[in-house]
């Protein structure tokens, strides 16, 4: 079984500060995915990253898959209380078809 | 096309009762997959279907769990004789086979609850 391991486990800022989520294996993933999660909700697609050292952006957040494509970053600049949630990452792994294993996830809360 | 749907929302039993949840995928999805999840914890893999064919299932589903999706739309996971370990949110999700850059779409889970 692929582990993913996510730190920290829980992160409390406030508003406008900058945080990082690292998303970490010992294992090589073909893609990774970020998901957000409410309470109460399923998770919901963030982005995904294929290439070794890619890097997406959308708006606030940035994406990295490391170049051997073990691990990803997300960070998050000028955090706002919208941000928060349950972050998770999922990664792929070569031909396992498209069954996605999750990491432990890091909840993010931003106060005012 | 709504999304994925999920039925109930929530629900209570008592310890060895059997319970049924339902999932409604996205309609051009041919694939299905069952997740649980405990609290602040990421999902768990259970099983998944392409199309009709329950391709693989986890060794954390146990004999009581039976999942079946019969004529490749709807799914259902029924869990047999519930236990207090039971307890947690199922989460289903869909997706289009090849099309892994667009995820998983999930639907808003079925919480358990054993008492």
């Known amino acids: 079984t692929q582990l993913l391991e996510q730190s920290p486990q829980f992160l409390s800022i406030q508003e406008g500060e900058n945080l990082t989520v690292y998303c970490n294996s010992s294992?090589?993933?073909?893609?990774l995915q970020w998901y957000r999660q409410e309470p109460g909700e399923g998770p919901v697609l963030l982005v995904t990253?294929?290439?070794?050292?890619e890097v997406k952006k959308l708006k606030r957040l940035t994406f990295q898959f490391g170049d051997a494509r073990k691990d990803s970053s997300l960070h998050i600049t000028a955090a706002q209380p919208g941000d928060t949630g349950l972050y998770l990452c999922?990664?792929?792994?070569?031909?396992?078809?498209?069954?996605?294993?999750f990491g432990t996830g890091t909840r993010l809360q931003v106060t005012l | 096309d709504t999304g994925v749907s999920q039925d109930p929302r929530h629900k209570i039993t008592k310890r060895g009762q059997n319970v049924t949840f339902r999932c409604d995928p996205i309609s051009e999805h041919n694939r299905l997959y069952w997740y649980r999840q405990t609290l602040g914890q990421g999902p768990e893999f259970l099983t998944y279907f392409q199309n009709e064919a329950q391709l693989e299932k986890s060794r954390l589903l146990s004999d009581r769990f039976s999942a079946e999706r019969p004529k490749g739309s709807f799914s259902t996971l029924e869990i047999q004789r519930t236990e207090q370990g039971d307890s947690a949110m199922y989460l289903c999700?869909?997706?289009?086979?090849?099309?892994?850059?667009?995820?998983?779409?999930f639907g808003s889970g079925t919480r358990l609850t054993v008492v």
């Open positions: 999922a990664g792929l792994t070569p031909g396992t078809a498209s069954k996605l294993t």
């Open positions: 294992s090589v993933f073909s893609s």
């Open positions: 990253v294929v290439t070794g050292g």
């Open positions: 999700a869909s997706s289009l086979m090849g099309v892994i850059s667009y995820g998983y779409t």
